[in-house]
């Protein structure tokens, strides 16, 4: 079946510009994560969704960031007034749900901001 | 706090020159252990998960094994195919979210 699938693949933005990155997740999947991967770090949480219950943003990196699940399935990370630190690659995983924690991760962005 | 190390690094291999990626952590109570392969420009790809001390699995030349401290990824006559970062993640019992807490990665080179 179809895995996680992210738009765009690339981009690149101004400093100080909005930026919007979508997820879809596996079909069926109640469970929809967002990560972070810089240059010389480590996969960092961002925010996770479960079902309809309010989502975890405990590791979002300041309220720049926000994000949004619609329908329990697509989700999109918004991040307003990038800033260069922001330049990343975002990742989104999901997970069939609370029964099995494997998570299945998109290909990801890569986000420049200039 | 949850921690993860891995080491080495980075590992250059001679195809068919077997060896282990080691994976160290530290969590209050875990609920899983997992190992990710990453290539070049794509997302983590999933490959193991182990719950408990004691228990391996394997995939074609990888075999995972689990301790209460450690995970080993011993790679078995391994070809130019397997390059990629391997990726160790682990998930704390405690945490409602199931987020996943990563390694820095070990870069492998395989070469012909």
């Known amino acids: 079946g179809a895995g996680v699938s992210q738009s765009p693949s690339n981009k690149v933005t101004e400093k100080g510009k909005d930026v919007e990155l979508r997820c879809d997740p596996i079909?069926?999947?109640?469970?929809l994560y967002w990560y972070r991967q810089s240059l010389g770090q480590g996969l960092e949480f961002l925010i996770y969704f479960q079902g309809n219950s309010a989502p975890d943003k405990s590791g979002l990196p300041s309220d720049r960031f926000s994000a949004e699940r619609t329908g329990g399935s697509v989700s999109t990370l918004t991040i307003q007034r990038t800033q260069q630190e922001d330049s990343a690659v975002y990742l989104c995983a999901s997970s069939p749900g609370t029964a099995n924690y494997e998570q299945y991760f998109g290909p990801g962005t890569r986000l420049t901001v200039t | 706090e949850d921690q993860v190390t891995q080491s080495p690094e980075a590992l250059r291999l001679q195809e068919g020159e077997s060896s282990s990626l080691n994976c160290s952590y530290t969590?209050?109570?875990?609920?899983?252990l997992f190992w990710y392969r990453q290539d070049p420009g794509k997302g983590p790809e999933f490959l193991f998960t182990l719950y408990s001390a004691g228990e391996e699995k394997e995939k074609e030349r990888l075999k995972a094994t689990l301790t209460k401290k450690e995970s080993f990824l011993h790679i078995t006559a391994p070809k130019p195919e397997d390059s990629a970062t391997y990726l160790c993640?682990?998930?704390?019992?405690?945490?409602?979210?199931?987020?996943?807490?990563f390694g820095q990665g070990t870069t492998l080179q395989v070469k012909p």
């Open positions: 993640a682990v998930q704390d019992r405690s945490s409602n979210t199931g987020k996943l807490i």
């Open positions: 969590v209050s109570g875990l609920r899983g």
């Open positions: 079909s069926g999947h109640t469970a």
